[in-house]
Structures are given as structure tokens and as C-alpha cells.
């Protein structure tokens, strides 16, 4: 394990036992430590300062982790995944937050309030830390600067965790404020988007900035403790979520009604396009570190495991990578990013991770609710229709039938028929097994490293028993395994369609234990999703703009064919599809349709969807679609029947207006006489 890594948990764990022992008082660091010391004392000592940081670092975990399960605010799941369990429809003991109820929008005010609470106790104490480092006589003047980096860092993140989840937020005055006084004693109002934004990155910027000498050396391998990578990564995000429709031009009744105690519009109806290339040079800031890169494996020319080659397309899969995929296996490559292969320090593409900071709901967790009843698990967190039909052709055209149940088919019907033994053992179809449909077959690597369709393969190789190894799953009623529909128990998957990404070979729940399941860090920013985010920002320019880079110069950004190709090439070269057509990248709206659909693809269950989906104010007719998946009441015996999709009666969709932004807490409305509530949320003084 990487030492800072190493150092860092070490650290978390020995002042998570301090303050497990204390009231929730103490959970706030000014709080605790100046019962105990003067302030000063605190800050001129290294270990105490350091102590004090790794507090603020505990706010990062369980409700504001990005990437977690249902648990949490549930944003992992919008129409792409969904979780089964916590339905008291089929489980009369839950009383919990449903998917439906999610999906809904039936959850209210009181629900999932933890992020409010821990971050700005987090941004609080960052803040002291800031204000204060400068007095540590143990520390070299450039120790200080990276540990105030890091402090503010942290700071800029629960900010954006809150601007993303509640949109515009309140901004803590930065100078003449006592940071021991609680937030409860404040009345501030919210800042406009544009507002926080501008602060976030200024802040995010500056950080880097105090983190260059040390923070550049910590590179990659601090993927688990702020580095200047992590710092101009979130910086990207927030200037593009800035530049998104929902924040750039939004001219809705919705944009109108959300203002503050004097009335003043939270959200921009002048649309500016210059803000697309500002987040456009903020991630060729984190391009040009030369510090990440996308992982790949090796082609495995033989054996069980040989590497399933795409199909020639006469471009990639003529080259090396990373030009081409000639030389590595794409589907490998991709499963091995998330299944725990690797961890956070070797992984080249992970640029923030919380690593082992998440709680209950980890990705551990999601996995166990991923993985079938015959391998003890949960069988409940599945996958839509939709999401399997964005999936790519092998050779890149669209699978046959695509969204044919939504109304935006091309006309083409979805294949028919199942492999049968002698395709199996002539080697075709593969990696399908017998008994699997043809509407599996042939397709692209990221598909079969993601998707858990009926009759997948599951390893299982932390099976004690080998015969419950190396299975077959079938999600037909009534299958002897126990892993299709049954009326008794609300462990089925309500797609007949469930999730292979994160799932390691040896992965299984046996006997409910948690340590079958390889651990997983959370890829929180990945590589993969700035190169996208720089594509994505291009395509959006008509003219050309001078940005200022983050260590001096500028960058010269417009809407360049090879650039926007820089940031698309990777992803699909990595992933085996071929590159899109000229006319794709000749067509503004074409282009952009194609990386909506590339991110939805992609970046599956990495807590990206829900919030692009709003970003691109998108969800109120993606998320108002019916969901449809497999016909999960027919048997093995009825087989062409169960793959001919249908309606999920057990799945509900809705959107309303109230849902682009989380209802704020009753409880902060009433501490802050200057708070507003988001709109079609109710608030009774």
C-alpha cells in the first residue's frame, strides 16, 4: 500500500476512535479540540493539525460519498440502475426510502438531510485549519502550503457536494467569522449558481496552486488524500455543470421561481457560451499534467480467458495502444478499473477516491444486492431495458430493436433465437453460454464486463464449495436456483436484467459475509469522465476564446475536430468500439447526442448519471419514461417470451419540477430566517 495511503487511514481510524467515544458536540473539530487546547497549541503541533484535517476528511464519508449504494441519497439509481429491496410493497417491514418513492418523488424535507449537516461542519473546520496552519513551527514553510491546500480542497468539495445536490447554497463569509460559532447562528442567503461556482473554482485553483511542489509528487499515487489532480479534476466538473443548461440560460418557470429572500433569480437566463470554454480548459489543466491515462490489460492470445477481439473496423483495430486496441482486451480492461483488481495507488486513471472511507453503504455493499440468491446475495439492484440498448454493436451500429418500446426505434425488430450447444461449442457468440438470446450476442466489450443478462457466467470463485462455482444464472419464475421471480420474497430482479461492473471473479456473499467481496475504491473522478467533460465542452463552442491555464499561459480553445477527438478517442479505443463516422463530429447536436449517450455507457452506476441527466435538464423526459425490461413472469419454458420486453408494472417513473434540486431541511430553513426552500418543496414556519 502506498504509504501516504497508508498514513492517511491509519489517521482516520485513530480519530474515528476519538470520536466514536464523544457526544455528537464533539464531532465538530473547533468543538472538540478547544475543550482540550488552545487553539494555537492545536496548529503550531503537526500531529494535532494533521488530526484536525483528517476530521474534516470524515465529513466526506457515508451520505456524501459520490459513488455508494441506496443507502445513502440514492443518486447512484435513476434510469439506467435501480435497487429492488427497501419496497414496503413487497417487504411490509420496510419503511424506508423505495426506489419508487425516489423515482417518485415521495421522498420530503426531513429525508437525506446528513450531506447539509456534515459538509458545512466540514467547510467550517477547513476553514479554522485554513486560517490557522500558518502558526505550525513543525512543519516546512511548503508542508503548510500543501496542507492548506489540501484543507481548502476539501472545503471547495462539500461546497460543490451541496451546490450539486441542493443547487445554489449558502457561502460562509470567509474573513471577520468566528469558525467556532455554528452555522445555526448564521442568517445568510443564498448565493447565486454562477456565484458559488466562480468561488468553488477560484478556491479549487488556489489549492492546486498550494499544492504544486508537494501535491504534484503525490501525483496518482495520492488518489486517496488530495493532490493538484483531484483539485483540477472537481474544478472541471464544476465549471461545466456551470456551463450546462440547467445553469447557463435557463429560461424555464422553474429558473424563474427559484430565488432568494430578496427575490434575486439563483439560476442564469443569460446563456454564455464562454463558460463552455472555461470548462473545457479546465480539463486540458488536468490533460496536461500528463499524470493519468486510461487503464488497459494485455491481449491474452489463449486459454480460458483469451480476449474476445473486436471486429476490424480498419482503424483501431489495426494500431497499438493508444491508438488502437490491437494489443489490449478491451473488456477486461474496462471490469478491471471498478471490480477491485487494482487498488486506488495502482490504478492510472483514479484521481479522487475516498478510498476506504465509506460506511455501510460502500460499493461492497451495492455488490452484495448485485450479486445472485445462489451466491448468497441480495439479487435486487438490476439494470433498465434502455441502458442495454445504449450499449454498442461490436462493430458499432445500434443493437436491433433499440428503444423500439419508447418510441424511438429505427423500424428494426430485436433478434431472435438463443445459442444453442453446438454455437457454443463452435466458438460462436461468445462469451454467451447455451441457452442465452441472440439479442446478447455481439456486442461491444463494455457490455459483457457490465451486464448481467439471463444466462451470464458468474465466477464465484470465494465459494467455499466448488460446485457453487463457475455458474450459470438464469432469472426465469420459479427457477430451481432461486434467482428469477418469486411471489414469496422480494429478492428478484425487476428487469430480469442485472449489473456485472464492480462484481470480481471471486466475489460472493457466502454466508453474508462481507470480506467474499474484494474491495472495491470508489472511483469518486476518473480520468474517463475528463476526457469526456473536455469533448463534451468543445462540441459546444461556435467561437474561439484565450482561457488562462492554471500554472501560467493559456489555452487556445475552440471547437477542434482532433481535439474534441483527444478526449473521445481514449474512451472508445479502451472500451473496443470504433470511432464515430465524420458526419457525427461534423454535426453540433448529432455530436452531443452521441456523448450523452458515451457517458451513459461509460460511467454506469459511478453516481453520474441522475445529476447529468438534471445538468443537461434532460430528466424530465428521460426519467418520465416508462421503465422496460424483460417479461420476468414467464418461465424457462416460455423463453421467447420472457426476452420480448415489456413495462415494469414494479418500477414507477415521474418527474415534476420540484425534482431538479433536493428539498433543503425544515430544520435549516427555520435557523437561517434567510433561506429559501428549493421550489415545490412546502415549508410551514
Not at 536 to 553: F, M, P, R, T, V
Amino acid at each position: 500500500m502506498n504509504k501516504n495511503i497508508l498514513y492517511n487511514t491509519l489517521l482516520l481510524v485513530f480519530l474515528s476512535a476519538i470520536i466514536s467515544s464523544c457526544s455528537d458536540d464533539y464531532l465538530d473539530s473547533s468543538r472538540y479540540f478547544k475543550d482540550r487546547l488552545t487553539e494555537e497549541k492545536v496548529f503550531q503541533s503537526k500531529v494535532y493539525s494533521e488530526e484536525w484535517l483528517a476530521n474534516v476528511f470524515e465529513e466526506f464519508r457515508g451520505i456524501n460519498a459520490d459513488v455508494a449504494s441506496k443507502g445513502v441519497t440514492p443518486h447512484n439509481f435513476a434510469d439506467d440502475m435501480y435497487y429492488g429491496d427497501r419496497d414496503s410493497d413487497y417487504d411490509p417491514s420496510k419503511n424506508e426510502l423505495s426506489y419508487n418513492m425516489f423515482k417518485m418523488g415521495q421522498y420530503n424535507e426531513n429525508d437525506k438531510q446528513g450531506t447539509w449537516t456534515q459538509s458545512y461542519r466540514g467547510i467550517r473546520n477547513a476553514s479554522t485549519f485554513i486560517h490557522n496552519i500558518h502558526m505550525n513551527t513543525e512543519m516546512s514553510e511548503q508542508e503548510i502550503n500543501d496542507y492548506r491546500g489540501q484543507a481548502r480542497f476539501a472545503r471547495a468539495y462539500l461546497y460543490w457536494l451541496l451546490l450539486r445536490k441542493y443547487g445554489p447554497i449558502p457561502l460562509l463569509p470567509d474573513d471577520g467569522l468566528d469558525y467556532a460559532d455554528s452555522y445555526d447562528d448564521l442568517a445568510i442567503p443564498r448565493s447565486s449558481y454562477e456565484e458559488c461556482a466562480d468561488f468553488i473554482s477560484n478556491e479549487l485553483l488556489l489549492a492546486a496552486q498550494e499544492m504544486e511542489a508537494l501535491g504534484m509528487v503525490r501525483g496518482q499515487d495520492g488518489s486517496a488524500r488530495p493532490s493538484v489532480g483531484a483539485a483540477l479534476a472537481t474544478r472541471a466538473k464544476v465549471l461545466i455543470y456551470a456551463a450546462s443548461p440547467l445553469a447557463n440560460g435557463n429560461t424555464s418557470g422553474y429558473a424563474a421561481q427559484l430565488v432568494d429572500d430578496q427575490g434575486n433569480q439563483l439560476l442564469s437566463s443569460d446563456y454564455q457560451e464562454e463558460k463552455w470554454a472555461k470548462a473545457a480548459a479546465a480539463a486540458k489543466d488536468v490533460i496536461d499534467l500528463g499524470i493519468y491515462e486510461l487503464y488497459t490489460v494485455p491481449v491474452q492470445e489463449t486459454g480460458d480467458n483469451a480476449t474476445i477481439t473486436p471486429p476490424a473496423d480498419n482503424n483501431f483495430s489495426e494500431k497499438s495502444w493508444p491508438d488502437g486496441w490491437a494489443d489490449i482486451d478491451p473488456e477486461k480492461s474496462y471490469a478491471q478499473v471498478f471490480d477491485g483488481t487494482l487498488p486506488a495507488s495502482g490504478n492510472p486513471e483514479l484521481i479522487f477516491t475516498r478510498g476506504n472511507n465509506q460506511n455501510d453503504e460502500s460499493i461492497r455493499a451495492m455488490v452484495a444486492h448485485q450479486l445472485p440468491r445462489s451466491a448468497t446475495g441480495w439479487n435486487t439492484h438490476g439494470l433498465t431495458q434502455k441502458l442495454v440498448d445504449a450499449y454498442y454493436m461490436n462493430d458499432g451500429e445500434d443493437v436491433p430493436g433499440k428503444d423500439l418500446e419508447i418510441g424511438r426505434g429505427n423500424g428494426s425488430n430485436r433478434v431472435e433465437g438463443f445459442v444453442t450447444q453446438e454455437d457454443y461449442e463452435a466458438g460462436l457468440y461468445k462469451p454467451l453460454m447455451p441457452g442465452v438470446s441472440l439479442q446478447y450476442a455481439n456486442r461491444e466489450p463494455r457490455f459483457y464486463a457490465s451486464v448481467a443478462f439471463n444466462g451470464s457466467f458468474w465466477p464465484l470463485l470465494n465459494e467455499s464449495q466448488e460446485r457453487n462455482r463457475n455458474q450459470q444464472v438464469f432469472y426465469y419464475r420459479d427457477n430451481p436456483n432461486g434467482n428469477g421471480f418469486n411471489s414469496s420474497n422480494a429478492y428478484w430482479l425487476r428487469t430480469g436484467i442485472g449489473m456485472k461492473k464492480y462484481v470480481h471473479p471471486s466475489d460472493t456473499y457466502e454466508g453474508g459475509d462481507m470480506s467474499n467481496i474484494v474491495f472495491k475504491p470508489e472511483p469518486a473522478i476518473r480520468y474517463a469522465d475528463i476526457l469526456l467533460m473536455y469533448a463534451e465542452a468543445l462540441n459546444e463552442l461556435d467561437g474561439s476564446y484565450n482561457i488562462d491555464g492554471w500554472n501560467g499561459g493559456s489555452h487556445s480553445i475552440s471547437r477542434s475536430i482532433p481535439e474534441m477527438q483527444r478526449g473521445i478517442h481514449p474512451v472508445r479505443i479502451r472500451g473496443g468500439v470504433p470511432d464515430y463516422p465524420a458526419n457525427v463530429y461534423n454535426d453540433k447536436d448529432e455530436l452531443r447526442k452521441r456523448l450523452k449517450r458515451e457517458r451513459y455507457i461509460e460511467l454506469l452506476a459511478e453516481g453520474q448519471r441522475y445529476y447529468d441527466l438534471r445538468r443537461w435538464m434532460d430528466a424530465a423526459e428521460e426519467e418520465s419514461l416508462p421503465i422496460y425490461g424483460c417479461n420476468i413472469l414467464m418461465n424457462r419454458e416460455e423463453r421467447e417470451l420472457f426476452h420480448q420486453p415489456v413495462a415494469i408494472w414494479a418500477l414507477e417513473t415521474t418527474f415534476s419540477d420540484k425534482m431538479w434540486f433536493w428539498p433543503i431541511g425544515h430544520t435549516e430553513l427555520k435557523r437561517n430566517k434567510r433561506l429559501t426552500q428549493n421550489p415545490g418543496w412546502n415549508y410551514n414556519d
